[in-house]
C-alpha cells in the first residue's frame, strides 16, 4: 500500500478558511503527501487525552497547527477568556504532541493583531514581544504569543523543529461571515450582501479609516507548504503583502461588486489604527528559494471570495 510510504502531514483546523486553502492548493507540489485535515468533530485540541490519541494513530511527520478559536475585532473584546483558555489549551497540547511523536517540523499560526499597541512602524519579527499588546484583544494575543515562546524553547532544550508564521488579514471561501463575530472582509461581504437583497444601507462599521494588509487564503497556504517544504528556518517569518488598504477601500470593493452604497457606523470601535508589517523577511527568503511571489490582486481576490460566497450562502458558516 502507497499510503503506508508516504510521509503523512496534520492540518489541525483543517476545515477553517486557511485549512480548506491547503486543501485545495498541496496537490499541485505535494500530493506525495499523505494529509490529513482535522476539524473539532476529529477531535477537540483542548484536550491532551484526545490529542495524543489522534496524534499517536496518524503519526504525522509534519504538522500545519492552524486550529485555534479565531474572531474579529467584536469577538475578541466580547469572548476574553474562550479566546485566552482554548488557544493556551490547543497550542500547549498540539505542540507537546507534536513533540511526543517526534515530527519532522511544525509550522504553527500567530497572527499580526498580537504585535506590541504601541510601537513603531513598519513592525518585524523581532518586535513581537517589545510590549503589550492592543486591549482590544489582550488575551488572544498573548495565548498567540506563548506558541512562540513554546516552540522556541522546544527548539533549545530538544533541537525540535518548530516555526512559527505571522500572517496579517487573511480573506478567502471558507471563511465565517457570521455578522457580529468575523473579521472585516466576511462581515462586510455578508452586510453588502444583505443589504442588496432587502434594499437597506450598506454599514461599514467605524469610520473606514483604519489600515490593513490583506492576504488571500490561497496565497497564503502556498507559503505555508513552502515554509513547511521549502525553507530551513526556525524564526519567525511575517507573511504578507506590502501594501495597506483602509477599511472604506476594502468596503468600496465589495460595494462595486454588489452594487450598493456605503455608510458608515462610526459609534462603532476602528481597533488599532494599523499594523504595518514588514514583510522583508519573507520576500528576501522567498528570492533565494524561487525568485518573487506574486500574491492576488485584491480586487480579484475578493471578487472571487463573494462568487463562493454567494454560491455557497445557504451551508457556509455565518
Ligand atoms: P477558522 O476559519 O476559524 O478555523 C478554525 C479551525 O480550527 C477550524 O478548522 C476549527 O474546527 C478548528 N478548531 C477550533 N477549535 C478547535 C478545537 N477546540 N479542537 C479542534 N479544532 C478546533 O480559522 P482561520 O481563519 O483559518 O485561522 C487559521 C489560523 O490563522 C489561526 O491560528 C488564526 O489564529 C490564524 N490567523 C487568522 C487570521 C484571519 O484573518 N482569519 C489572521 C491572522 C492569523 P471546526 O471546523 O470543527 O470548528
Ligand atoms: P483586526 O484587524 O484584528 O482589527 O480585525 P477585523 O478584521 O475585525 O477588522 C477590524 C476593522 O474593520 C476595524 O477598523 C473595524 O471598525 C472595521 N470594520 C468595519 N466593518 C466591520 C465588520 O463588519 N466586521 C468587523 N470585524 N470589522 C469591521
Not at 279 to 294: I, M, P, Q, R, T
Request: some cysteine; overall charge positive; glycine content about 4%.
Amino acid at each position: 500500500n502507497l499510503c503506508l510510504l508516504m510521509d503523512t502531514v496534520i492540518v489541525t483546523g483543517g476545515t477553517g478558511l486557511v485549512g480548506s486553502a491547503i486543501k485545495n492548493v498541496y496537490q499541485k507540489n505535494y500530493k506525495n503527501y499523505k494529509f490529513y485535515f482535522l476539524s473539532s468533530k476529529d477531535c477537540d485540541l483542548t484536550n491532551f487525552e484526545e490529542t495524543k490519541k489522534l496524534f499517536q494513530k496518524i503519526k504525522p511527520n509534519y504538522v500545519i497547527h492552524l486550529a485555534a478559536n479565531v474572531g474579529g475585532l467584536f469577538k475578541n473584546l466580547q469572548q476574553k477568556v474562550q479566546m485566552y483558555e482554548d488557544n493556551t489549551l490547543i497550542n500547549l497540547n498540539v505542540l507537546k504532541c507534536c513533540h511526543i511523536l517526534k515530527v519532522k517540523k511544525c509550522v504553527s499560526c500567530l497572527s499580526t493583531c498580537i504585535f506590541p499597541d504601541k510601537t513603531s512602524y513598519p513592525i518585524n519579527e523581532s518586535m513581537l514581544h517589545n510590549g503589550p499588546p492592543h486591549s482590544s484583544n489582550d488575551a488572544y494575543a498573548y495565548a498567540k504569543r506563548m506558541l512562540e515562546i513554546h516552540s522556541k524553547a522546544y527548539n533549545e532544550q530538544y533541537n525540535d523543529n518548530f516555526v512559527c508564521i505571522i500572517p496579517t488579514n487573511i480573506y478567502g471561501p471558507y471563511d465565517n461571515y457570521n455578522l457580529q463575530d468575523s473579521h472585516v472582509i466576511p462581515g462586510l461581504i455578508h452586510k453588502c450582501y444583505l443589504a442588496k437583497k432587502e434594499n437597506k444601507s450598506f454599514y461599514v462599521w467605524g469610520s473606514g479609516k483604519p489600515l490593513r494588509q490583506f492576504i488571500f487564503s490561497e496565497d497564503l497556504a502556498e507559503l505555508i507548504l513552502w515554509t513547511l517544504f521549502e525553507i530551513d528556518e526556525k524564526e519567525s517569518i511575517i507573511l504578507s503583502v506590502k501594501e495597506e488598504k483602509s477599511i472604506k477601500e476594502v468596503a468600496e470593493i465589495i460595494a462595486k461588486e454588489f452594487d450598493c452604497k456605503i455608510e458608515f457606523d462610526t459609534d462603532k470601535s476602528d481597533g488599532q489604527y494599523k499594523k504595518t508589517a514588514d514583510n522583508s523577511k519573507f520576500v528576501d527568503l522567498y528570492a533565494k528559494s524561487k525568485g518573487e511571489y506574486k500574491f492576488t490582486d485584491i480586487n480579484v481576490g475578493i471578487k472571487k471570495t463573494i462568487e463562493w460566497f454567494k454560491k455557497n450562502y445557504d451551508t457556509c458558516r455565518k
